[in-house]
Nanobody, 129 residues
């Protein structure tokens, strides 16, 4: 069974940092592109960042570019999101997800939410003073 379990969320002050992790199991992690997405209160799901299966390319939403860094450790089946310079508008439930296709290493696939077939349950990030 495919499982994606997020962790690392919590409360941070504006300008602070948090590092999110996603533990993956039930599939060959190194064969699939992955992403992070988020949902703020009363808002729709927003794609945040994506990474190719081998970690060779990364992509970011304009809202987080320069502040967040996505990475993966295929030997440990983990996906990470380092979040720096946090803003109140980053407050959201953060999800990790896997691409459904083995041919998912493309910009069009990685940046499209419909490309993802499994999602974690999310970890809450709250940025407030």
């Amino acid at each position: 069974q495919v499982q994606l379990v997020e962790s690392g969320g919590g409360l941070a002050q504006p300008g602070g940092s948090l590092r999110l992790s996603c533990a993956a199991s039930g599939f060959t992690f190194a064969s699939y592109a992955m992403s992070w997405a988020r949902q703020a209160p009363g808002k729709g799901l927003e794609w945040v960042s994506g990474i190719y299966s081998d970690g060779s390319d990364t992509y970011y939403a304009d809202s987080v570019k320069g502040r967040f860094t996505i990475s993966r450790d295929n030997a440990k089946n983990t996906l990470s999101l380092q979040m720096n310079s946090l803003k109140p508008e980053d407050t959201a439930l953060y999800y990790c997800a896997k691409v459904g296709s083995l041919e998912g290493d493309s910009i069009a696939v990685v940046t499209t939410l419909a490309s993802y077939d499994y999602w974690g349950s999310g970890t809450q990030v709250t940025v407030s003073s």
